[in-house]
């Protein structure tokens, strides 16, 4: 008996009515009911979002933005996702009302934007008051759970796009601050110039004040001699005058002598008068002296106004303000009433001078009018008691003086100090302005000043720092294709494990012939293999024509289903032809293994560690690698050994087979009534 003899009789039992036809065109449409069927359901859902109605309540009441902008985030995104019509968005009034919707299965999700949502965008402007806007999210698994997923990652989408809108703008602004800052840095940089080349001619103008003080102060000095001398001199004057008053006593009681006397007196006025003259000279330079030192130190101060006034360091209402209060100082100083004290002294030393000439000339009349001499000797005693009694008082003010002058020498010296002090703070201030000038330009260049197109392209990367270059070596075309794989596998297991439920392992009648029994396990494979050619090509061909799914190397992915339909017949059938009736539940709990550790949805290396055996040992996690890489177009290096693999397989099931062949060749109790029959 051949192998070709044994399949082809089993084939014909099969065939040999027509319910046992119809019952192999059912089972030939096992794993196109399964495979085919499920991909279809499931080919591309994402594009009947559109179907499911979820309420969008927008609460939102806009805000005003730092620079003036009318902003309306929530009605934006509103109108985007109506726009995108991912979903069939229902506008509800209320959050309540959508709440209550989602919980009777009314909508299958609520998106709720709160009224402060916009509030919340610009509020980064404000360092007090900064919240983070939020999207309310309601959902119910009970409406399904792979729902709340994809609205995760709607809203995840919404969020990402909300906030690289506002972290443009709001690092617009910020580079636009910058550049304000860059701009006012500048600005303030040439203000520093300004008050450096300013503080560079005060200091020059402290430098002709510093001078001018010194003279001053030597003037000072110098009028306080002056004045110690013309004290000497009007206390010299006093004396003078007393003894003069004492003598014209004396030459009133004395007549008798009078014309020598008068002789001698009018040599004595005429003495008098000579130096009356000069101390009014010297009195009269003192006034001059003073006078021009006033008015030059009023003239410096009025010049060096007018420099600071030119360099623009003060103004000219400034200036005239320190020239009033410049004079009002110099008029109620102890220097100006002792100026002023010297002129009326000056004054009255001229009235003296005038005085002692006219007395000379009257004792020289005296001298020659010697008759008359009596009464006016009476008389110029008179004059000469008011003449001491003058130069007394003179006397007086000249000490007063004399000490206005001490004190003015030591404010001049005073004043010399300040002005030299004001000098060294004024080199000082240039230094430090020049410093100030360099380091605000070197800061003003540090700080960036982008431009309209620079601040573009740095706001998006700073609102969106990373982004993602995917690069997709083999990709699915749709969720159904992403599935094809492991679903066409698992598909072509159920075909092949329903095969076992018409179809015998081993016939009996093969059993009792003398047939080899590799002859005998082949025979009764081969009509397994026959029908699951016939699946696989048949699911392959559906799901390529009919649903679309345009693997990137079709022929070589139903020869590789065929590997696969192979391996499967031989291991399913080796399992039932040894095990019997339990066989079918070893089968079974191998789809089911299988089913958990292909990695047909998940990566199996997230399964738990013992599954991680089970990849490695069942054919159906290779299956499921090998059919994505010819569907998408992967590297195919691995397809080979996969296929020897299959190969391997096949060789298991075929020894399994012989085996069980050479096992129930030797017929038993157990034979004839199994304890179990399914």
Not at 510 to 531: C, E, T, Y
Request: glycine residues 10%; charged residues 15%.
């Amino acid at each position: 008996m051949t192998v070709l003899r044994l399949a082809r009789s089993e084939l014909k039992r099969m065939t040999g009515g027509l319910l046992p036809k119809l019952t192999i065109l059912a089972l030939i449409m096992v794993p196109l009911l399964y495979g085919a069927v499920y991909l279809y359901a499931n080919w591309n859902p994402y594009e009947n979002l559109n179907q499911i109605e979820a309420a969008l309540v927008v609460e939102d009441t806009g805000a005003t933005s730092s620079d003036g902008t009318e902003l309306q985030a929530g009605k934006k995104v509103a109108d985007g996702l109506v726009e995108g019509n991912v979903f069939n968005w229902q506008a509800v009034p209320s959050a309540a009302e959508a709440d209550a919707g989602v919980s009777s299965g009314k909508y299958a999700f609520a998106l709720k934007i709160p009224a402060e949502f916009s509030t919340n965008l610009v509020s980064p402007g404000s360092f007090d008051s900064a919240s983070q806007a939020m999207l309310n999210v309601t959902t119910n698994d009970a409406n399904n759970y792979l729902l709340s997923t994809i609205v995760d990652k709607l809203t995840t989408a919404v969020h990402t796009t909300v906030a690289k809108e506002v972290g443009e703008e709001t690092a617009n602004q910020l580079l636009t601050g910058f550049g304000t800052i860059h701009a006012q840095m500048l600005k303030a940089a040439d203000g520093a110039g300004q008050l450096a080349g300013g503080v560079a001619t005060l200091r020059d103008g402290t430098v002709t004040l510093h001078t001018g003080t010194s003279e001053l102060s030597a003037g000072a000095g110098e009028l306080y001699n002056g004045q110690l001398k013309l004290r000497d001199g009007a206390n010299q004057l006093t004396d003078g005058a007393g003894q003069l008053s004492g003598g014209l006593s004396v030459l009133k009681d004395s007549t008798a002598t009078l014309p020598t006397d008068t002789r001698t007196l009018a040599n004595g006025a005429a003495q008098v008068a000579a130096g009356n003259a000069q101390l009014n000279t010297k009195v009269q330079d003192v006034v001059t002296q003073l006078d021009a030192a006033d008015q030059g130190l009023r003239t410096r101060v009025i010049e060096s106004n007018a420099r600071l006034v030119a360099s623009e360091v003060i103004t000219q209402v400034q200036a005239d303000k320190i020239l009033a209060d410049f004079d009002t100082v110099a008029a109620s100083s102890p220097v100006a009433a002792a100026k002023t004290r010297i002129q009326t002294d000056a004054t009255q030393i001229q009235q003296l001078a005038d005085g002692s000439e006219a007395v000379s000339v009257g004792a020289a009349q005296l001298a020659t009018a010697t008759p008359a001499l009596k009464d006016a000797i009476v008389q110029a005693s008179g004059g000469a008691d008011q003449l001491h009694t003058g130069a007394a008082t003179l006397a007086t003010g000249e000490q007063t003086a004399l000490d206005g002058a001490g004190r003015l020498a030591e404010g001049a010296q005073t004043l010399d100090a300040g002005a030299g002090q004001l000098e060294a703070g004024a080199g000082t201030a240039a230094d430090g302005s020049r410093t100030l000038t360099d380091e605000i330009s070197k800061g003003a260049g540090q700080v960036p000043n982008p431009d309209d197109s620079q601040k573009s392209s740095l706001s998006e990367v700073i609102a969106d720092p990373v982004a993602v270059s995917n690069v997709s070596q083999a990709k699915a075309d749709s969720y159904g294709a992403g599935l094809a794989p492991f679903f066409l596998t698992l598909a072509l297991w159920i075909g092949i494990f329903m095969l076992v439920q018409a179809m015998r392992p081993i016939t009996q009648r093969a059993l009792a012939s003398n047939a080899p029994a590799w002859k005998i396990a082949v025979g009764g494979w081969l009509p397994f293999l026959a029908v699951s050619v016939v699946q696989a090509s048949l699911l392959t061909l559906v799901v390529n024509l009919a649903l679309g799914l345009n693997p990137a190397h079709p022929v070589l992915m139903w020869l590789f289903m065929l590997a696969a339909a192979m391996a499967f017949s031989a291991i399913i059938q080796g399992i039932v032809a040894l095990l019997g009736s339990p066989g079918k539940l070893v089968v079974l709990i191998l789809l089911v293994l299988q089913l958990v550790s292909s990695g047909g949805t998940f990566p199996w290396q997230t399964t738990p560690q013992p599954l991680h055996v089970v990849h490695e040992i069942l054919p159906m996690g290779y299956v499921v690698t090998g059919m994505r890489h010819l569907i998408y177009g992967a590297d195919l290096s691995g397809i080979v050994p996969t296929v020897l693999g299959l190969l391997g397989y096949t060789l298991l099931g075929a020894a399994m087979s012989t085996f069980a062949v050479r096992k129930h060749k030797y017929w038993t109790l157990k034979t004839l009534k199994p304890e179990i029959a399914v």
